[in-house]
């Protein structure tokens, strides 16, 4: 079941296209305190935000890989979550692979910016931390597509 109901999108700027949705959503990063290549996809297909309540996301086509460094990082269909400064919140459809295991992210945060290490959390309280450079535009490469 999608979180993106009528009336989020009611009260949403809302755009559509991969390059105005890619542009919007870097933008979005940067304002939060956040690195611009962080949740970044290709072929999206639109792109919501609520600035009252801070709710986001993002639609494509298919499922997606992406390698930061040694961090495989798989983005469903659809990703949600809630952003506030520093921090991006209930977080869905993001998983990461640790150990063979795919593990579903809900938390992301920078603590004491202007820090240079960005946080992951699971939903179990578990948490890794990484440097905010692997999270770069440059940083990313695709995978492929599920």
């Not at 979005?28 to 996301?57: A, M, N, T």
């Not at 298919?62 to 798989?74: A, E, M, P, S, T």
């Not at 869905?92 to 920078?110: D, H, N, P, R, Y």
């Amino acid at each position: 079941m999608s979180l993106v109901t009528a009336e989020m999108k009611a009260k949403a700027e809302v755009y559509y296209g991969d390059e105005i949705c890619r542009e919007k959503f870097m933008l979005l990063l940067s304002e939060i305190g956040l690195p611009d290549g962080l949740l970044i996809l290709q072929d999206i297909e639109e792109c919501g935000y609520v600035k009252e309540i801070g709710f986001v996301w993002l639609k494509h086509k298919q499922k997606k890989q992406y390698r930061f460094d040694n961090i495989l990082v798989c983005y469903d269909t659809e990703v949600t979550a809630y952003v506030e400064p520093n921090k991006i919140k209930n977080l869905t459809g993001v998983k990461a692979k640790e150990f063979l295991i795919w593990i579903t992210l809900s938390e992301i945060f920078v603590r004491n910016p202007p820090a240079r290490w960005i946080t992951f959390k699971t939903p179990v309280g578990l948490s890794k931390s990484f440097p905010t450079s692997v999270f770069t535009m440059k940083g990313m490469m695709h995978i492929s597509a599920e």
